[in-house]
Every structure is written in C-alpha cells, then in structure tokens.
DNA sequence: TTGAAAGCGCTAACAG
DNA sequence: CTGTTAGCGCTTTCAA
C-alpha cells in the first residue's frame, strides 16, 4: 500500500504556513488567522489531504479504536452488540476492532496483550473466566478503560452492563416447575462462565425453593454451539428415566436441544417441555413456538458504549453496575408433563 | 490509559546496549552477538517489555490491521466469514476491525476513508454497490490490497471470492418450475447490490428457459433483515392470484418470508413453496425444513485471507477471481402446487 | 558486532 | 497570530 503521502508538510507548504499553523488552522485549536486557516483548509483540501491517523497515535499514545472481545461473533447476541457498539462508537470517530477470544482464557490474554500494545482506547469484554482473570485484573490496574458486559470478572474495578442471570434461570426453571415438572434438565455451559454459574445458581434456587432435590446427572454441560448441544442433549435424554422438561442456558443451545430432541424422536412440549435463555428470531417460527427468557439486548451494546464513552473522556467515578431485568416470554413449548 | 511505558530505550538500558542493538536482538535480524542478543532478550522479558505497534506502524506506514466491510455483521452469513478471517489473520499477527456499511454507500465511502487514514494494511470487502464505486476504484489504483466478497464491483483490478449467484439462483428456480410451478414470486435485495443482480439473472433465465413470462409483480424488493422480509413477503402474497412458490434471496429474508407465510395462514408446502438462497441452522427444525441453495461458506473466509495474506506479501498476479459452486438441498418445503 | 543519528507525521510548549 | 523545536517509540542506514 502505497502511502498516499499527503502530508501535513504538504499542506502546509502549499499554504505557505508552518505546519504548527496548519495543524491549529486543522484541528481548529489555538490562535490562527482566519485569513490563513482558510488558505491552510483550501490547500488542504486541493490536495485531498487527510491526518495520519497512526502519527497522531504515536504522539497522544491513543490510536481511536475500541477493542471488543466477545467469547464469539458467531452467536446472535454478541453479534448484535457488535453492531450496536460500532454505530455508537463510529459517531465518536472511533473504529472498533473485533477479536473473539473463543472462550479461551490463554487466547483472551494474547489479545488483551496484543491490543495493549495497540494503544486502543479502551475495551468492552466478555470475559472467558470469572476468576482466572489476573490478566484483567493487571489491565484495569494499568488504567485501561475497561467495560465488561454480560460477565464479570472477580474483583475487577471496572463498569459492567449485566442481565439478571440468577433471578432469569430462577423464573424460568419455577414456570417449569409451576407446569408440574419435578425432573428438569438444564443444559448450560462451563462454569468458568460466569453467565453459566448465575444460571446454574438460578435452577438451583428454584428446585431448592420448590423443595425438588438436585440430580447432577439432569445436569449437562457443553460449549455453546448448536453441534455442540446437540451432542449434550442426546446424552441427558437418552435414559431410561428421562426428564421431562430442559431449560438451555443460551440460544445457541436452545436451537441445538431443538434439534436433538426432534432427532430422537421427543416431540415438544408432548414429551419433553423447553425453556432457553435468551431470545432468537426462529423462535417464534418452530412448532410449537418456543418459550423463552429474553434479555433487553437492544440496551446492552448502547450503554456498554455510552460507558466506555464516559470513562475516555476521563470521568472519574465509581465503578457502575447495571444488571437489566430479562424477561419470560411464554410461548408454547412448556406442557404439563405425561404421566407415565 | 496511562501507557505502561517500557520502551524499547528501557530495554536497551537495563541490557546495556543501544536502542538499536536491542531492536536487533528482539527482531532477530542483522548482526547481534550471541551474549548481547540474550541480555537483551533476558531484560525484555524482566520488564515485560512489549514493541509498541503504532511506533511501529508509524515507522513502516503501516499497521497490522485488516479492515472487513461487511454489508451487516448480523447477518450470519457476515458474522461467519468475520469470525474465519479473525483466525486467519490472527496467525499472521493481525487484528481485524470491522466496519459495517450498513448497505449505504456513503458510510461505506467514509469508512474506507477513515481506514486508510489508520494506515491498515488491507480490506476485505462486500461493496454496497456494483456500479457506485468510484470509493473503491480510487483505493485500488492506490494500490491498496483489496479482497472482495461475495459480491464485486466494476472495474476493480483486485482479488475476489464468489459464489455462483446465477447459476444458484436459476437451479433453484428450475427446481420450482420442474415441481410445476409457474407464478414463482422473487424476494432480493435492491439492484445496486450485486448479488441482487444475479440472483435476479438467474431467477429470469430460468423462467425464460422455461418459457415462463416474466411478470414484475411477483418481484419483491426489501432490505436484508427478518423484519423488511415479512412486509415484503405480505405484500407479495396478499394479492387474489397469488404466487404459488417463492424464492428468497437470501436465509434473512427467507425467515421472514417464513415468518409472514405462516402469519398469513399459508401453509409451507401446501400453500406456498418456498426455497430459500443460503442455508441456515434452523432451516431443518421447521417443519416442513427448508429446501435451499447453500454456500460452501466454511471456504470463503479462509481463502479471502489468504489471498489478501498473498498481496501483502508482495505478491504480484494477475486479480484473481474464484467463483464457487452453490449447492441444492432439497428438504420439504417444495411441492406441486394444488390445483384451483 | 555495535552505536549514533535521522526520520516516519503529528502536536504542543515556548518564543517571538 | 505564527514559527521553531522537540519528541512520541521504533527501525535502519551509516560509520566506527
């Protein structure tokens, strides 16, 4: 690529200016002539000229990109922040780099790492573990504009933009119960997530509250994606004693439950009723139409951004949590269960 | 962010040597002694020291970033090829930004812009426009490396990955005239995108092959999303001789054509045949499933990489252009439309 | 084999 | 109101 190599010297001799002069007539800052400010404009302009972007970095030690980790673009609700985040932050004339950390821990730290040596602004992040996190931790010592969203990281200090988690899986898992189901499954993912252990916390707190004993074996683990859950799903329903409701801790999983359950032959809700965290377009078009816990995912990217906004242009105040309500959206994939 | 500030200069001190010896030692290049290079690389290490990028980029012109543009990162189709280049360029050391032009040329123009003035080093681009390019032809001539996706732009000497729009297009529509059908409805895109353009082509030549008139009516356009797709489909079907199949160009627009059938009260096949341009998870948990023309998608992220990787190498060829073949799959929600 | 020095393009003290 | 100058952190001649 060649440089183009339209350069503030460039201008600034083609307006007979210093480039100090050029620079204020530029960027509008200090005393300039106004008679001069528009022979440095026009000049400028005549020659296409544009900032280098990577020099004025260099000099303030801030390259005007946002960083965002997701655990991975692929999935609907981190690929809606995305969008959202990069519509807030391009009427701020920042970019936003996009580097998934694929829910590995080692992978998230070579790219926190990578990006700090990037000078990019700030970071709004998922992280991949609740507590194995120093490199986190280190990040937000150093200062580093940090908002973390959907997840939190143990003793970072640092604002965060939240779903009520536990009292989501707690609703969702007592509407089962509430339909008369005692052996419900719950397929979520590793607890290093912290989004897994809220869920999981939640359904236990509903059975608790309901008196139901907890079976671990009711209880399966995958990553989140659909090939994944559907190999998780197959496991937990091919028993003799099957349950006879699940409760899927994403969207990713709650499509692949979908389609194992069908593979196997359980119709829903006649054999197995279903409730998925988080909401997804298709819902509403299987059938029966799946009944869901929505978060307010429109809300996420935009405050997650207005944040880290805030925090770069140095506001110094306490770390700020905000945790939104979700949402049960009933549909028709919970039954009352046979008897049998 | 306060800079962690190990430089370079803090190495070269604690090692003894001069700045450039330690940069010597650090990027293995030139001579360096076999004691110097270890002290350097021992103190590197104790002050975990980092090689700033943007010095680096400012230096080189060049920053090891890759911008992609896609048209929407929601859609899935987008947000999978995003994730394949994030791998891709991730181990060759570089980060991806990304930059949705929302289908609007303007922003594309001014993206384009803004990322030329960050000095990254390459593009991976969808263009909102075939024909409205002058943006891009601009770059090219520049001679920045360009790769373009799924769809291309006139004139633009650069690398480009496809898939064969037309001949999908016209396969799919030649399966719904074999099942007898003959008032097939077209939902795409506007036509300043190109793969509107040949997903159109197609869907004329078919009918042309078949002797089948065209009639403009049964052509629909809307944006790419579920929600544009179900006002579209409505209008298409809410006519006294409607349609008895449709064909949607791509899987955002089938879900809503699906989403508004059903709204509707027209039941997939029965009704309405439907097949739909680009796969999709759910496409086999409706009922009926969904017949499609699918992508080979797993293959276009990972080979647009490495054809951008090529030109930053240096190398020097011809553009290359690499048309991939599309792939019916016949699920259920073709049949012969009754009679009336 | 190593060091000194220049310069990438920009901004901001400081002087005038 | 404008110019001079220094320097951000790095790489790379060129000379030693």
Redesign the pocket.
Known sequence: MT?K????????AAA????????????S?????????LRVIEAADALG????????A????QLPIVGYLPGDIQNPFFARIAHDLEVEFRKQGHNLLIASSEENVEQERELLESLRSLSVRGFILAPTSATDNQHILKLAREGAPIVLIDRVSENVRCDSVLVDNEGGAREAVDYLVANGHRRIALLRDESRIFTAQERLAGYRNSLQAHGIELDETLIGVSRSTVEHAIEATIRLFSRRDRPTALFTVDSLMTQGALLALRSMGLSIPQDVSLVGFDDFDLATFTDPQITVMAQPIAEIGPLAAQMLLDRLAGKKVAPRLTRFPTRLIVRGSVSHPKKR
Do not use: E, I, W
């Not at 190599?5 to 600034?12: H, I, P, R, W, Y």
């Not at 000229?49 to 004025?56: C, S, T």
């Not at 260099?58 to 030690?61: E, Y």
């Open positions: 440089r190599g339209v350069t503030l010297k460039d201008v600034a007979n200016v210093s480039r100090a002069t050029a620079a204020r007539a530029l960027n800052y200090g005393y300039v002539g106004d008679q001069t400010a000229y544009r900032a280098n972007r990577v020099a004025q260099l000099r303030s030690g």
